[in-house]
């Protein structure tokens, strides 16, 4: 018995001084990560461009399509996810990027480092054997692990022989096919692009690589074909995605709606934004998504919720399965569809890669009809629903918003 008690009492302190350890050495290492802007990175405005668009919503649409494009690539391949499951869609995902490797097509294939955490180290090397390149990106780095740790590369990049490139907010796994029983159906939104667009995302996807792989990455001449549909990529590094969400929001008249899965925004900038347009008349609808895969997101939705109410805004939420879009659209003259979340990962740490699009027809055509679809499967939410919540998910809110900045 005193054996055991000293066993727990040196695991007890051994526990306590590593937290210690941990915290002294996560507050050191941020503050010297800020200090010397080891992360900061500028954002990246591409030209206004004239592209085709045709937008994705459904997995298997998507999978579908872009599994053609790369079966029928003829001399390169550039693509980047942030997460890669190990499931069915991976494997077949990944056999057909060795199979086009092993026909002579030079394959970029990257990963953000979290991500791409299920990727198994010997799926990884036969991607290796075949000829594909292969890079993880925003690797852990010391001394800075906690900061590395927060800053991943939340972008979504497919570029298939300069001509055709995807954006948007699937990922490569079985749960984006809305079978996964658990999480239900599942609906995002992805962009594919053909036209002077294209090389926008290829510049994209090189500058990441370069930075995180050192290598060159092959390529031929871009598309420079104008298509139908002006749009603009940015690319943020946690910075400037407040301010130019606000911009957008200062410019509306008529309508702010939102799409995204999770509603975390801990901004000012941004919430200055959006209840100046309320006051101004502006109807803002934000869609979130109450289910979702990822812990405590739900709960740290609630306060950001109250305030839209407290302010006039209307907050609904997606009753058929998950949402996983993240738009905006603007008096249906601006839209966004890309890969940032409207939360706090999004807003200061990730990052992203968005697409603005500026063409009304495509909006109203394409976009807001799938958004509207959304809204229809969708329930409004009234204050009693974030006000008399249970025991259980009042605490879950509490500890949410000691976590929110990294949720
Ligand atoms: O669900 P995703 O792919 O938008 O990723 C969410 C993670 O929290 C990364 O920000």
């Not at 993240?326 to 992203?352: C, T, W």
């Not at 500026?358 to 229809?376: G, M």
């Not at 249970?390 to 990294?406: C, D, G, N, T």
């Amino acid at each position: 018995m005193k054996k055991l008690r000293k066993i727990l009492r040196i695991l007890l302190f051994g526990f306590v001084g590593l937290c210690f350890v941990s915290l002294v050495w996560d507050k050191a290492d941020r503050t010297l990560a800020v200090r010397e802007k080891v992360f900061d990175q500028e954002s990246v405005q591409y030209p206004i461009r004239k592209s085709d668009v045709t937008l994705y919503t459904d997995g298997q649409e998507f999978y579908d399509r872009l599994l053609d494009d790369i079966a029928n690539a003829k001399q390169y391949i550039h693509i980047s996810f942030f997460s890669i499951a190990d499931d069915t869609v991976s494997h077949r995902f990944e056999e057909l990027l060795k199979k086009k490797s092993k026909e002579g097509v030079e394959v970029y294939y990257a990963v953000d480092r979290l991500g791409g955490v299920l990727l198994k180290e010997q799926d990884k090397q036969a991607l290796l054997k075949a000829g594909v390149h292969f890079t993880y990106y925003n690797k852990l780095d010391f001394p800075y692990f906690f900061s590395s740790l927060e800053h991943r590369n939340h972008k979504r990049i497919s570029v298939i022989d300069g001509t055709i490139g995807y954006a948007g907010g699937f990922n490569i796994g079985k749960k984006y096919l809305g079978k996964n029983e658990k999480l239900g159906s599942w609906r995002d939104y992805h962009l594919r692009i053909q036209g002077e667009g294209v090389q926008d995302l290829e510049q994209e996807f090189e500058l990441d690589w370069v930075k995180n792989d050192r290598e060159t990455v092959w390529k031929t001449h871009t598309s420079t074909e104008k298509g139908t549909t002006e749009l603009r990529f940015k690319a943020y590094s946690g910075k400037d995605l407040a301010y130019d969400y606000a911009n957008l929001f200062h410019q509306a008249q008529k309508s702010i709606t939102i799409l995204s899965p999770y509603f975390i925004p801990n901004n000012k900038v941004i919430w200055h934004a959006l209840i100046d347009a309320e006051k101004r008349g502006v109807e803002i609808n934000i869609l979130w998504s109450p289910e979702s895969d990822a812990p405590l997101v739900k709960q740290a939705a609630y306060p950001y919720i109250r305030k839209a109410l407290k302010h006039g805004m209307h907050v609904y939420g997606y009753r058929d399965g998950i949402l996983h879009g993240k738009v905006l659209v603007i008096d249906e003259r601006v839209a966004m569809v890309g890969s940032a979340n409207l939360d706090s990962r999004s807003i200061h740490l990730n990052k992203e890669l968005n697409c603005y699009i500026y063409d009304t027809a495509f909006i109203k055509q394409v976009l807001n009809k799938k958004v509207h679809e959304d809204f229809q499967r969708s329930q409004q939410i009234h204050s009693p629903y974030v006000n008399n919540l249970p025991l259980q998910e009042k605490l879950k809110e509490r500890l949410a918003k000691l976590v929110e900045y990294y949720l």
